[in-house]
T-cell receptor, first 113, second 110 residues
Framework: EAGVAQSPRYKIIEKRQSVAFWCNPI?????LYWYQQILGQGPKLLIQ????????DSQLPKDRFSAERLKGVDSTLKIQPAKLEDSAVYLC???????????FGSGTRLTVV | KNEVEQSPQNLTAQEGEFITINCSYS?????LHWLQQHPGGGIVSLFM???GKKKHGRLIATINIQEKHSSLHITASHPRDSAVYIC????????????FGKGTHLIIQP
């Protein structure tokens, strides 16, 4: 079974620039999550999709962050404009059902300079 | 505020030692996960618990629902066990996303 695919693996941008991350979950997994992990901290949930609908985006900074999951499969997370404090690893995870076990991607390490 | 507390934050041990990492949480949960993250690597799910105890190879995870506490044990530790171990919970009645602890950075020296 293929894992959760994320790209790019690394990205360096200047502040105020835009960036987009892509995630392809495991086939058949209805639930998709985006997490932000700042160095030295545990991941923080940004947004959760169930198929192509948003279940929880309460911690997503909506003035600069946006995410979509068209057709209920792949997902894109965008930051526009980026700030220095957005430097983090962005993790995508998927699960077939809540509490059924999560599979995480390798993450995208973003550095904003 | 729903929090997940892990201890210790950092742990260095010698190869072969028995390792225990602790996790406590504040309110009722529907599931608790133990995850492993290697430097520069992705996160791997080790266990998902809602009660009792689970064992996989040299890893053992236990949970006490009444005390809101879980432990991860590693027997006969090995340098390849060096990683960050993260406890995460799904709170009962909450959204399906996990709330994570800050992780325990484990180093096993040969």
């Amino acid at each position: 079974e293929a894992g959760v695919a994320q790209s790019p693996r690394y990205k360096i941008i200047e502040k105020r620039q835009s960036v987009a991350f892509w995630c392809n979950p495991i086939s058949g997994h209805a639930t998709l999550y985006w997490y932000q992990q700042i160095l030295g901290q545990g991941p923080k949930l940004l947004i959760q999709f169930q198929n192509n609908g948003v279940v929880d985006d309460s911690q997503l900074p909506k003035d600069r962050f946006s995410a979509e999951r068209l057709k209920g499969v792949d997902s894109t997370l965008k930051i526009q404009p980026a700030k220095l404090e957005d430097s983090a690893v962005y993790l995508c995870a998927s699960s077939p059902l809540p509490d059924y076990g999560y599979t995480f991607g390798s993450g995208t390490r973003l550095t904003v300079v | 505020k729903n929090e997940v507390e892990q201890s210790p934050q950092n742990l260095t041990a010698q190869e072969g030692e028995f390792i225990t990492i602790n996790c406590s949480y504040s309110v009722g949960i529907s599931a608790l996960h133990w995850l492993q993250q290697h430097p520069g690597g992705g996160i791997v799910s080790l266990f998902m618990l809602s009660s009792g105890k689970k064992k996989h190879g040299r890893l053992i995870a236990t949970i006490n629902i009444q005390e809101k506490h879980s432990s991860l044990h590693i027997t006969a530790s090995h340098p390849r066990d060096s990683a960050v171990y993260i406890c995460a919970v799904r709170y009962r009645g909450g959204a399906d996303g996990l709330t994570f602890g800050k992780g325990t950075h484990l180093i096993i020296q040969p």
